[in-house]
């Protein structure tokens, strides 16, 4: 049976409060920091940002020199936002509405990026059309960077990040498949919030070996503080890190 996604129609709806969950700290303290490391020097580098959403991170890597990047998200609305803000300052990206699981081959890119991308596979056939997607558009020795909801967090069913603006509250039993709802509140008293499904690690190990990706690993996310950031507050938040970083590579 062919994959059918569920995300778009999730995202068409709350595009304009999961851009605003950019700006929560841990985005700017943790998450990108790690992307950036895992991505490293991407001057001169191309790039496919799948699940690009309103492109935050394909900009992010414009502006580090990367080129040509394109981006491609299920999600007409967050294109549409990614299309506004290329328009307001262009940086010479493309975006395309795109669902990850049957791209085919649109390149062949030094990067993959895959930012929350495989977190929505709801099971290891739709992670390994994700993955199949990535192998398609690398070049031989080309990589893939993400970041991801992190399936080896310690946390128990009621993860609280309430400090960190957040709940994440994964379905029991904690199976393949089982849903991971994250719940944003919002200053007007109200929240939004989106699910991801959880798979095994090793799902994940065997899901990219079969797809002919080589060196699959999760990446602990670390933190990168400023000046007026808790230290304590942050050392928690990467002890029992709700996302993870995860590279792997096509052989040269
Ligand atoms: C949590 S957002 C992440 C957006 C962006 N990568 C970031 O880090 O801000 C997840 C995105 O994945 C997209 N998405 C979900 N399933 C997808 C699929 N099968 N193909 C392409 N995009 C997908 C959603 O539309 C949404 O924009």
Same mark, same amino acid.
């Given at each position: ?17 999961y851009?605003? &969950? ?6 700017w ?15 001169g ?29 299920? &999600? ?73 909801d992190n ?15 957040? &709940? ?21 008293? &109200? ?41 304590v ?20």
């Amino acid at each position: 049976m062919p994959y059918r996604p569920t995300a778009h129609a999730e995202y068409d709806d709350i595009a304009a409060e999961y851009a605003a &969950s950019k700006q929560l700290p841990f985005r700017w303290i943790v998450e990108a920091p790690t992307l950036f490391q895992l991505a490293d020097d991407v001057r001169g580098k191309s790039v496919l940002d799948l699940a690009c959403g309103e492109g935050i991170y394909a900009r992010k890597l414009a502006r580090r020199g990367a080129g040509p990047v394109l981006g491609i998200d299920l &999600s007409a609305a967050m294109v549409e936002r990614a299309r506004a803000s290329e328009r307001e300052q262009p940086l010479g990206i493309a975006y395309r509405v795109g669902d990850a699981a049957d791209l085919g081959t649109v390149g062949a890119f030094d990067l993959v990026l895959a930012s929350y991308l495989f977190n929505y596979a709801q099971d290891a056939r739709q992670l390994l059309a994700f993955a199949r997607t990535v192998a398609a558009n690398l070049k031989p020795g080309g990589r893939l960077v993400g970041i991801n909801d992190n399936p080896r967090t310690a946390l128990g069913r009621f993860g609280s990040y309430a400090a960190y603006g957040f &709940s994440r509250e994964v379905e029991r039993p904690q199976r393949d498949g089982a849903r991971i709802r994250y719940t944003f509140p919002l200053p007007d008293g &109200s929240s939004f919030g989106f699910d991801n499904f959880w798979l095994a690690p090793a799902t994940y190990q065997s899901v990219f070996a079969e797809a002919g990706l080589a060196d699959f690993r999760f990446v602990d996310c670390t933190a990168k503080l400023g000046e007026d950031d808790d230290p304590v507050l942050w050392a928690a938040f990467v002890h029992d890190c709700p996302i993870t970083g995860l590279v792997a590579r096509r052989p040269g």
